[in-house]
T-cell receptor, first 114, second 117 residues
């Protein structure tokens, strides 16, 4: 009963490097989300996918791209990492895009860009 | 800009007391309200949801909603040291014309609760 699985759990990048954060859910949820969490800023939505085949920008999309690979998987890519992208990244999913049941979160990826 | 506001705290209460956590939101169209608990270094965990005005009780937790005042609160009775965490309020949002749910939750910054033995 894994729920939402994120990899990696920790990552250190040098400025300008690229990487992809992976997220997979096994709950047959339609909607998936990527948030970042910074001290004093709360959770901010980066991108979301209301259903397989669709993606949309959230509050802070600059510097990121996403791919909804299939119903289970939703990845977040940093093309050229910057120190401002140092954060904790959470993937979440919900049964459908009217989030009447709230989200289920993954365990997070702690990213440091030096 | 749709917003959810919470007092960041910390809110400190003695063990066995009632902890009261508050949240206000700006989107009058919001219909779904959630409380998440987040332990330090961990991910948010859904603990309560409420959709109608009034109170909803689940064990030691009670969520209260007042849509007219755009206010939602969480009461924790008989607080325990294990309740020490950050509590996040989350609210669903609608398009500016109120025609459609955006499918997104907006989170408050969270209130840190400390329960002292």
């Amino acid at each position: 009963n894994a729920g939402v699985t994120q990899t990696p759990k920790f990552q250190v990048l040098k400025t300008g490097q690229s990487m992809t954060l992976q997220c997979a859910q096994d709950m047959n949820h339609n909607s998936m989300y990527w948030y970042r969490q910074d001290p004093g800023m709360g959770l901010r939505l980066i991108y979301y996918s209301a259903s397989e085949g669709t993606t949309d920008k959230g509050e802070v999309p600059n510097g990121y791209n996403v791919s909804r690979l299939n119903k289970r998987e939703f990845s977040l890519r940093l093309e050229s990492a910057a120190p401002s992208q140092t954060s904790v990244y959470f993937c979440a999913s919900s049964p459908n895009w009217t989030p009447n049941y709230g989200y289920t979160f993954g365990s997070g990826t702690r990213l440091t860009v030096v | 800009q749709k917003e959810v506001e919470q007092n960041s705290g910390p809110l400190s209460v003695p063990e066995g007391a009632i902890a009261s956590l508050n949240c206000t939101y700006s989107d009058r169209g919001s219909q779904s309200f959630f409380w998440y608990r987040q332990y330090s270094g961990k991910s948010p965990e859904l603990i309560m949801s409420i959709y109608s005005n009034g109170d909803k009780e689940d064990g030691r937790f009670t969520a209260q909603l007042n849509k007219a005042s755009q206010y939602v609160s969480l009461l924790i009775r008989d607080s325990q040291p294990s309740d020490s965490a950050t509590y996040l309020c989350a609210v669903n949002t609608f398009l500016d014309d109120g025609s459609s749910n955006t499918g997104k939750l907006i989170f408050g910054q969270g209130t840190t609760l400390q329960v002292k033995p």
